[in-house]
């Protein structure tokens, strides 16, 4: 007896969180990342459109946040997982007075900080950045970096300091 429901894709209620033309351009940008066309999107394909972008990630960065989206916790995503991740993102974006195009930019810079998705970036995940992005960082300069930009000083930087900082810069 064959299952009539093996095969569909999961049901999910994300999709209205999203206009028709947003849904559509998530749509797209979901096909360009599932290279094979097999509705799933692997570590290796999110790496490779994060190489085509330009950022160079390890693996093992890579593999943790497909992970994270994963509603199974593997290391692949299907579409549900992606427009979710996508809302996730959107939601922590608070400023709308920048283009949208400024905003995600900036928004993803901060995820590449906040390396546990926990909305914040404290010290050891800005070294563990920079080590990643081959930058040479002395312990003086992750201080003097969190001195100011932890705006709040409660010992790491929100996404609201982070675009105070990358936007404005500091005040001195």
Known sequence: MAMPFLGRRRS????????????????TAFDL????????????EFKIMLNNLGIDVK???????????SHAGKELIDENDFLKFVKQIQDLCPIKNNSEDEELNLLAAFKVFDLDNDGYITKDELRIAMEMIDEDITEEQ????????????????????????????PKI
């Open 59 to 69: 693996e093992k960065v890579v593999e943790e946040l497909i992970k994270n989206a």
């Open 142 to 169: 992750l201080s003097h970096i969190m001195e100011i930009a932890d705006t709040d000083k409660d010992g790491k930087i929100n996404y609201k300091e982070f675009s105070h900082l990358m936007c404005e810069g």
């Open 33 to 44: 990342l599932d290279r094979n066309q097999d509705g799933k999107v692997t570590t290796r």
């Open 12 to 27: 999910s209620t994300i999709k209205k969180e999203f206009s028709e033309k947003e849904l559509k351009e998530l749509r």
